[in-house]
């Protein structure tokens, strides 16, 4: 999955400043996209060194994270455009080599929504304040603090035997392959209950043997996913939810024969599915 990245060392550690070096990379987000150079077959992120001599000395960054040394950092307003870098969808991040740069990119671009996201304070609405301590929002009127928000989300493969079912979304173009039924936690759900929940309102099935497998931060929605295996209880027979929402648009049973080899496990749930096709549900050590 795109957050192993090893042998390379991810390390979010708070540091309130550090100066920029030659190798640093700009997490530059807005409604359009991420700013990115290159072609789109092969992205590449901007450097801050380069950013600063485009802008003038006047932006200021704040450091993110690093990975092996090399930090990421946010710009204080909106890089505008140019010839050389262009704003382009989130979901190129993906294509972004060495791997660790996709993860890194990705990882920059949920703290950076995040902070842009929470400019004011919830509380009194006053202009909120970076803390020079960790890695949160304070409130210099009220003192209210707020820490970055991950969303807590399930992914479940339903198995029976041989088979596993696989949905496919309605109503979203980009989704050209299957996936498995999911869904973000609701208040006061553990995610166990999150499990049947979702399996029975998108495909009207109920669960048992609900088993945890492994989990991935998925920062194209700033959530936290917990991938699980469980079986019918009861009768396969799967009932599309046919409330108005009409979330998917189908859902089959497949074997592992009948699954289609993925070319890459980027994403939790084609690593399950991946696992499943192999045999290999039960290893948690991928």
Same mark, same amino acid.
């Given at each position: ?103 890194? !990119?990705?990882? %920059? *671009?949920?703290? =950076? #929504?995040? @902070? ?102 998925? !920062?194209?929605? %700033? *959530?936290?996913? =917990? #991938?699980? @295996? ?57």
């Amino acid at each position: 999955m795109y957050q192993d990245i090893s042998p390379h060392t991810y390390n979010n550690s708070f540091v309130y400043h550090r100066p920029y070096r030659d190798e640093d990379l700009a997490i530059c987000c807005s409604q359009n996209g991420i700013l990115m150079q290159g072609s789109e077959d092969e992205p590449q992120l901007p450097r801050v060194n380069e950013l600063l001599r485009q802008t003038g000395e006047e932006s200021v960054f704040t450091y993110l994270f690093s990975v092996d040394g090399t930090g990421f950092y946010m710009p204080g307003g909106i890089i505008p455009e140019s010839k050389d870098y262009t704003y382009r969808k989130l979901r190129l991040l993906q294509q972004l080599e060495p791997a660790w740069l996709a993860f890194g !990119a990705a990882t %920059g *671009a949920h703290l =950076a #929504g995040w @902070y842009d996201t929470h400019k004011y304070c919830s509380c009194c609405g006053a202009v909120m304040e970076h803390s020079r301590t960790e890695r949160a929002l304070v409130c210099p009127v009220c003192g209210y603090i707020e820490y970055p928000r991950i969303s807590p989300c399930v992914i479940v493969a339903v198995t029976s035997g041989d088979k596993i079912l696989l949905t496919r979304y309605a109503h979203r173009g980009y989704r050209k392959h299957h996936a498995l039924v999911a869904g973000f936690v609701e208040i006061g759900e553990s995610f166990e209950d999150t499990v049947r929940r979702e399996v029975m309102e998108e495909v009207g099935l109920k669960v048992r043997n609900i088993r945890y497998y492994r989990s991935q931060p998925w !920062a194209f929605s %700033g *959530a936290v996913m =917990a #991938g699980f @295996y469980a079986e019918p209880d009861g009768d396969p027979h799967v009932s599309l939810n046919h409330d108005g929402s009409d979330e998917l648009a189908e859902a089959e049973w497949f074997t592992r024969g009948e699954l289609e080899q993925e070319d890459s496990t980027f994403s939790l749930t084609w690593t399950m599915i991946e696992a499943f096709r192999n045999g290999r549900e039960y290893d948690h050590e991928e």
